[in-house]
């Protein structure tokens, strides 16, 4: 989905397909349960939360798919857990017809903070 800079998140998910909105819904949901103060915004043209400044995760509505993006460490260092899903750099995609991996979504969110936390750098 191509969206304008100018559009809220809100916008962004009831643009969607009905059927995907619960999935981004629940997606959100996870990132303000891991990260209560994670900042959201439209950024790249797709939801985006920031942690103290700096870059937490974003979601983004595929053609075929939920885009979930964190961190191109954590996909790399985590390839045995994302076997059976298509991996991009930074990111896995959620397919529309299984249920969200809520709990591996979590552990990566939680790394990424642990990761803005300390400091630490893309590898």
Same mark, same amino acid.
């Given at each position: 989905?191509?969206?304008?800079?100018?559009?809220?998140?809100?916008?962004?998910?009831?643009?969607?397909?009905?059927?995907?909105?619960?999935?981004?819904?629940?997606?959100?949901?996870?990132?303000?349960?891991?990260?209560?103060?994670?900042?959201?915004?439209?950024?790249?043209?797709?939801?985006?939360?920031? !942690?103290?400044?700096?870059? !937490?995760?974003?979601?983004?509505?595929?053609?075929?798919?939920?885009?979930?993006?964190?961190?191109?460490?954590?996909?790399?260092?985590?390839?045995?857990?994302?076997?059976?899903?298509?991996?991009?750099?930074?990111?896995?995609?959620?397919?529309?017809?299984?249920?969200?991996?809520?709990?591996?979504?979590?552990?990566? !969110?939680?790394?990424?903070?642990?990761?803005?936390?300390?400091?630490?750098?893309?590898?």
């Amino acid at each position: 989905m191509d969206c304008p800079k100018n559009v809220s998140v809100d916008e962004y998910i009831a643009e969607a397909l009905v059927e995907r909105q619960g999935m981004m819904q629940a997606v959100r949901k996870l990132i303000f349960e891991t990260a209560p103060e994670a900042e959201e915004t439209i950024g790249q043209r797709m939801p985006s939360y920031k !942690l103290y400044g700096k870059q !937490l995760a974003y979601f983004a509505n595929g053609k075929n798919h939920i885009g979930f993006f964190v961190d191109s460490k954590i996909i790399a260092d985590n390839q045995a857990k994302l076997k059976g899903y298509v991996t991009c750099n930074s990111g896995f995609q959620l397919r529309l017809d299984e249920s969200l991996p809520l709990d591996l979504m979590r552990e990566f !969110l939680v790394l990424k903070i642990e990761m803005i936390k300390n400091g630490t750098k893309k590898k």
